[in-house]
């Protein structure tokens, strides 16, 4: 398996050119454009699906603890949201009224604080086992933003078990142009595997140092390569759950616009998204071949997957493979 993905990151590094598909070079076709759909992407029903529905928006999360499979043999024994790693995405426009929902269905107290809302941090929590909370606010600005537990001095452990997600506050009144378009949430583990794979828990020591024993992307040590054309436009709602700054380049272009709160930059060729924030990537696909989506500081995790793969290589139909 490692062999498989350490091929993989090479041949995202180096390239594979054949012919091209039809799609024009510097254009999405808007009949293809929207959400890419992978068994490990965080699901996304994307813009127009939710600025054009109900002003009123209201989630349900529910904090569970689960063993889940992170690929390549591992499983971790994770705090959760709705026994997600990341938690579901919370997909909002701006000024909409937000209701979000928290049960607490673990063995100890958990909480919930989302970056994307301007309110009394007593309205976090936490709660306690089979407790629930309720906050609800107006979204007002627009952006990637994360979610996480809040439960006090503990905070930082519980984030770090697993508690935390993206919440997307999409912007009113400017339609984002036609791109493909999928979330992804970087963060760690804090425990060693067993004979058997099994991470059985978060070690307290390895977050107080900020010792991750791996990294990720949305949860999984292996990915779908996704399948795109060339000159299609990508768009990465990106969080960093940390620890350390996240770099984030993709491997065979530049990153056409970055959005980072009111900033906007163009023709970045690596941007810094550091832990407990988010910014929206977006890059163009130049030409038949194969990229990838690191976090160039954490290359030494490629052979652990940690590489979203694009394949421009004409072999497949739109979407996922």
Same mark, same amino acid.
């Given at each position: ?19 091209? +598909? ?70 909002? +426009? ?22 994307? &809302? ?30 996480? +537990? ?58 107080? *140092? ?37 770099? @984030? ?8 616009? @970055? ?5 906007? &930059? *163009?023709? @970045? ?32 995790? &490629? ?19």
């Amino acid at each position: 398996m490692l062999i498989r993905i350490a091929r993989l990151a090479a041949v995202v590094a180096l390239g594979t050119f054949i012919s091209a +598909c039809a799609t024009p070079q510097g254009a999405t076709d808007p009949t293809v454009a929207g959400p890419f759909t992978a068994p490990d992407l965080p699901v996304l029903a994307g813009q127009a699906a939710t600025c054009n529905g109900p002003k009123e928006k209201s989630f349900a999360l529910e904090a569970r603890e689960a063993t889940l499979d992170l690929g390549m043999g591992i499983r971790f024994n994770a705090w959760t949201y709705n026994g997600k790693l990341p938690g579901p995405v919370l997909e909002a +426009c701006e000024g909409d009224r937000v209701k979000i929902t928290l049960t607490n269905h673990a063995g100890t107290s958990h909480g919930l604080d989302s970056h994307a &809302l301007r309110t009394d941090t007593m309205h976090f929590g936490p709660v306690g086992p089979n407790g629930s909370m309720t906050i609800e606010k107006t979204v007002d600005t627009p952006g990637a933003f994360m979610y996480h +537990c809040a439960s006090g001095p503990v905070t930082d452990l519980h984030i770090k078990s697993g508690l935390s997600g993206a919440m997307i506050v999409y912007p009113r009144a400017r339609p984002l142009r036609p791109a493909r378009e999928l979330v992804i949430v970087e963060s760690g583990v804090y425990g060693d595997r067993d004979a058997t794979g099994l991470i059985p828990g978060t070690d307290p020591v390895r977050v107080q *140092k900020n010792d991750p024993a791996i990294m990720m992307f949305n949860g999984k040590l292996e990915h779908t390569a996704l399948a795109v054309h060339p000159g299609d436009l990508v768009r990465t709602y990106f969080v960093n759950v940390g620890p350390g700054l996240s770099a @984030v380049h993709v491997m065979g272009t530049i990153l056409d616009t @970055v959005y980072d709160g009111a900033s906007e &930059l *163009k023709n @970045v060729q690596t941007y810094g998204i550091p832990p407990g924030s988010g910014a929206i990537v977006e890059f163009r696909i130049p030409e038949a071949g194969m990229y990838g989506l690191v976090d160039h500081d954490r290359l030494s995790y &490629l052979p652990y997957g940690m590489v979203i793969s694009f394949d421009a290589t004409g072999g497949h139909p739109h979407g996922t493979m």
